[in-house]
T-cell receptor, first 112, second 111 residues
Framework: QKEVEQNSGPLSVPEGAIASLNCTYS??????FFWYRQYSGKSPELIMSIYSNGDKEDGRFTAQLNKASQYVSLLIRDSQPSDSATYLC????????????FGTGTKLQVIP | DVKVTQSSRYLVKRTGEKVFLECVQD?????MFWYRQDPGLGLRLIYFSYDVKMKEKGDIPEGYSVSREKKERFSLILESASTNQTSMYLC??????????FGDGTRLSIL
């Protein structure tokens, strides 16, 4: 079982819709969770951090964390073509306080 | 803003050469990391360092070494480059339990 799992996609949504990206993780003791956006040929860029259960909103982005179910999700409201990218989920496992484990990413396509 | 600077965006080297990739961060971060990223394989950790002169192997350390003589600088060394080391190399830095910040990456081609 992979430590951090994401659907590779592509996930296609029409412009203006809500895009929902999901990530599950195996280490129940994980404490820190991050979402990165990566455009083709570019490096990952941090867009959200979340540390406690519930929702965290930042502009059009909302991160949701459910530690009991071991999943973290990213919602993108009013999706724009510029949101088309690969989204990486990253998790700090328990005990691995220096390293994170990255998922392989979900490719999002926003259709104009 | 955190700035992580990698010395080259594109690099072409020949098989058997010793290759140095340099990374500098300006945020006094404790931790620094080297990854490679290949299509379909995601980010794979090569080595990381949690302090000056301290290093730990990641998931794929074979064929690589690292050096961290100063806190802000972390070097990746390909001892004898091979064609299967053609890849995108990404450097990142962070403090403990904080998110990693990445450099722009070095696209390395080994001919």
């Amino acid at each position: 079982q992979k430590e951090v799992e994401q659907n590779s996609g592509p996930l296609s949504v029409p412009e203006g819709a809500i895009a929902s990206l999901n990530c599950t993780y195996s280490d129940r003791g994980s404490q820190s969770f991050f979402w990165y956006r990566q455009y083709s040929g570019k490096s990952p860029e941090l867009i959200m951090s979340i540390y406690s259960n519930g929702d965290k909103e930042d502009g059009r982005f909302t991160a949701q964390l459910n530690k009991a179910s071991q999943y973290v999700s990213l919602l993108i409201r009013d999706s724009q073509p510029s949101d088309s990218a690969t989204y990486l989920c990253a998790v700090h496992p328990s005990g691995g306080y220096q390293k994170v484990t990255f998922g392989t990413g979900t490719k999002l396509q926003v259709i104009p | 803003d955190v700035k992580v600077t990698q010395s080259s965006r594109y690099l072409v080297k020949r098989t058997g050469e010793k290759v140095f990739l340099e990374c500098v961060q300006d945020m006094d971060h404790e931790n620094m990391f080297w990854y490679r990223q290949d299509p379909g394989l995601g980010l794979r950790l090569i080595y990381f360092s949690y302090d000056v002169k301290m290093k730990e192997k990641g998931d794929i350390p074979e064929g690589y070494s690292v050096s961290r003589e100063k806190k802000e600088r972390f070097s990746l060394i390909l001892e004898s480059a091979s064609t299967n080391q053609t890849s995108m190399y990404l450097c990142a830095s962070s403090n403990v339990q904080q998110p990693q910040h990445f450099g722009d990456g070095t696209r390395l081609s080994i001919l």
